[in-house]
């Protein structure tokens, strides 16, 4: 019974991260009335100062504006409570992951906290990992494990791989046209 739970628990949680790399590519997507991007601009303008204690709102589940909590509602909070309908148990323990991941350990804690470098970052996606992708944007989507941006190959190296290809066609063009 017990390893049943931790294996539908595995599963949904993969299914989950999945739904919200999904919506976060989305959200970077450049096209007309895309709501995603008009909510999810929000959470790229946001100013994180080293706050070590979450603002009052967020222990509500309100980030500051209908914008910025729309953002988190939509990637990561809709999808587990329609899951409440379908696997009860499983979709509680990840929302009771998902609150308290969300107030007190998403913003300057983990996920923009600059000082977190190195191995953890190549499986989680937090720190130095999750700041290349508020520096870069079209890198780094995933959230709460690499896996993802890893097996879709939009990790900031294979960002800079893509770039520096672009570069070499673009030179080889130009020195092509200079010899003509
Ligand atoms: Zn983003
Ligand atoms: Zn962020």
Do not use: Q
Request: glycine share 2%.
């Amino acid at each position: 019974m017990e390893a049943i739970f931790f294996v539908k628990l595995l599963v949904y949680f993969f299914l989950w991260t999945l739904y919200s790399y999904t919506i976060h590519v989305i959200a970077h997507l450049n096209f007309r009335f895309n709501f995603l991007k008009y909510i999810h601009v929000k959470h790229h303008s946001y100013k994180y100062t080293g706050l070590k204690w979450p603002p009052l709102s967020d222990y509500f589940f309100w980030f500051g504006g209908l914008r910025a909590s729309l953002d988190v509602w939509i990637t990561f909070t809709l999808p587990l409570l329609l899951l409440l309908f379908i696997e009860f148990d499983v979709a509680l323990t990840l929302l009771v992951f998902h609150y308290f991941y969300e107030v007190f350990l998403s913003r300057d804690i983990l996920d923009h906290n600059p000082n977190i470098t190195g191995k953890i970052t190549r499986f989680i996606p937090i720190g130095s990992f999750h700041m290349k992708h508020h520096k870069y944007y079209k890198c780094n989507y995933s959230l709460f494990i690499t896996f993802w941006d890893y097996l879709f190959r939009t990790t900031d190296s294979c960002l800079d791989a893509r770039n520096k290809k672009i570069r070499e066609a673009r030179h080889a063009h130009t020195s092509k046209a200079e010899n003509v």
